[in-house]
Structure formats: C-alpha cells, structure tokens
C-alpha cells in the first residue's frame, strides 16, 4: 500500500498511488498456505492517478490530467529514482536547476528514497504546513528551518508558542518580544490603531482621526508656525481661528496622511479631549467654537482604552522608546538580514 507506480498510455504516461488492494470474495476465502502457492488469484487494486507526463520528455509534467489510461494498459512498479526526480523538480521553471534543495524526508512505501524539493518551490510562494493533532507539523517545520541552515540561507521565524526556542547557536539570534525588544508603534498604521482602540464610528472615530492630524501638525511644526496654537505639545483649537490650521494641514499634507502612527502617542488621550469642541463659533464662523461637552462624554470610553493601551502594551510597542534602537525589533531584523556573518 502506498507504492508508485507508473501507467502506460498511448502520448502519455502516468504516475499513481496504490489506495486499496484486494481479492474477490470466493478467493479469499478460500486462501490457504497450500493455495497460495498453486492456485491462480486475480487480485484487482484501486489507484489515485498523481499526474501525466510525456514519453519524449518524461520530466515534463501536465498540470491536471487532459487523458487518461486505456483500459488494459500496462502497470510497472515505479523506481526510486523516478520519484525523486519529480521531487525535485517539483514547482521548478526550466532556468531554476542551480536552486538549493532541501531534504524533507524518506519515503516508507519505496524504502530508502528521500525526498527532496526545492528550497525555491516551497518558499517561493505562500506555504502552509498543515494536519492534524501530532501528525508531525512541527517535525516538518523544523526539518525546513534545518534545510535553509545547511544551505547557508537565512529565515525569520516568529515562535508565539516558544517551541523552538532550544534551535540555539552561533548562527541563531534569538530575541523575545516585549522582554529584549521591542515593535516600536510608529511602524504601525492608523488600522492597528483602530484595531486597539475599537472607536465607534460616529463620534469616536472622526475625534481620533483629527486628534493624531493635530499631533502630527505638532511634530512637523519646525517653524513655529502653529506656535500660538500649540501648548505643552498639544494642538489646542477652543476658540482659536480656523485658517491658519488648515494651511498648514495643507501645505503639510502627504507627510500628514501617511497613514503610520510616527507622532508622540502619549499624548493621544488628552489630545482627544482638546478635539472635543464645536465645529464653528456661533459669533465667529472663521473660529472653532467652545468645548463641546456631549463630545467629551461620548469619547470617555475611547479615552479609557488609550490610557489603558499605552499602560499595557508599553514594553511591546515602545512608547517611551525611540524608533531604530538597537532593542528596536526592526533593527534587530535589519542587523540580521545584512550581516554578512549570515550571509550565503
């Protein structure tokens, strides 16, 4: 069970697996040790028919299957060498044969044929090593990391579970997140901070998209432009004119509108709160109105989660770090990928 084996049609041939094998009703009943040697049996088997190749040019594989065997067709018993060419070939383009391989395994139905396939065929697109509970996934996954080691390659691999925290030498740099370093937060994006703070839309979300615009204006404001706008690095608007803000947001704006959170985020919560105020004043149109108290309220809880988002994640986003330090995660990733230590 479990063999290879190769099928003769009349362009094409064929490569399948053994499923089932069996024996009609009568004979197996009437098997014995006796009849096993003189009697004639018609074992018929069920097989899964892999893929079809040409006979002028057999390591050519047809993706899907355009025919099929005749009936009556001819089967062989496929060799180890067969099988380990199609391996190795597999997921290959024609000018890919110098790529680096990686052994993976050992066939149990042909003893003695490993498995080997190319490093590029399996990392050169989305992989997913997939199975049930104790089917081997971390056995394979450390069998691929093993691979690209002895191929003087390099991999990035994110270990929630500490698993394979054992896999240490020199070749190995081993950091854990939230202890040695850090993912500073102004590599993150406004939809990771709309993903911590979960904003309602209707009055939450507006007062926190303005309140990190009016916090980035504070860190682009090199020449004083917004000087009588700004107080203890808060961007103030109560009672303040209108025109002078948005001049600079559009003077400023695609450093503005980058979408990443490069601005000081402590000060996030209360900037929320100086955003909670009347759109125009009712005596003058070319001013912000007074605080708007039924905002304020509505941000309370927005409020809440920031303090608590900056209090709890602090030793994983950095928030009172600097960006590109050495415990910075993303530096830690550059030092590696660019150490020639490493390199291939």
């Not at 830690?332 to 990928?337: H, L, R, Y």
Request: proline share 3%; glycine share 6%.
């Amino acid at each position: 069970m479990g063999n290879f084996i190769v099928i003769e049609g009349d362009n094409f041939g064929f490569i399948g697996k053994l499923l089932e094998l069996s024996l009609p009703e009568k004979e197996r009943l009437d098997l014995n040790e006796k009849a096993f040697q003189l009697a004639d049996f018609h074992p018929t088997a069920k097989a899964e028919v892999l893929l079809s190749f040409n006979y002028f040019d057999p390591l050519s594989v047809s993706k899907g299957l355009d025919c099929y065997p005749n009936i009556g067709a001819k089967v062989f018993v496929c060799s180890s060498s067969f099988i380990q060419d199609y391996f190795k070939r597999f997921g290959l383009k024609e000018d890919e044969d110098s790529t680096p391989y990686i052994k993976l395994a050992t066939l149990t139905s042909n003893i003695g044929t490993e498995v080997t396939v190319s490093q590029q065929a399996i990392f050169g697109r989305h992989c997913a090593v997939v199975g049930t509970t104790g089917g081997g996934k971390s056995w394979t996954v450390a069998k691929l990391i093993e691979g690209i080691k002895n191929n003087n390659n390099k991999a990035i691999l994110i270990d929630p579970t500490g698993e394979y925290e054992n896999i240490v030498d020199s070749s190995v740099v081993s950091v854990a997140l939230a202890q040695d370093v850090y993912f500073h937060y102004s590599k993150l994006k406004n939809e990771d901070l709309f993903f911590l703070l979960q904003p309602a839309g209707r009055v939450q979300l507006p007062k926190l998209m303005e309140a990190v615009r009016s916090l980035k204006m504070v860190s682009l404001d090199q020449n004083g432009e917004l000087l009588d706008y700004i107080d203890n690095g808060y961007l103030v608007k109560q009672g303040r004119l209108k025109r002078p803000i948005e001049k600079f947001y559009y003077n400023n704006f695609k450093k503005i509108e980058t979408g990443f959170l490069d601005f000081d985020i402590k000060k996030l919560p209360q900037q929320i709160t100086y955003e909670c105020v009347f759109d125009t004043d009712r005596v003058d149109t070319g001013r912000f109105g007074p605080r708007n108290e039924a905002d304020v309220s509505n941000c309370v809880s927005l409020i809440s989660r920031a303090n608590n988002l900056l209090n709890t994640f602090n030793s994983i986003f950095g928030f009172d770090e600097k960006a590109d330090q050495d415990n910075d995660l993303t530096k830690v990733i550059d030092t590696f990928i660019n150490n020639s230590t490493f390199a291939p």
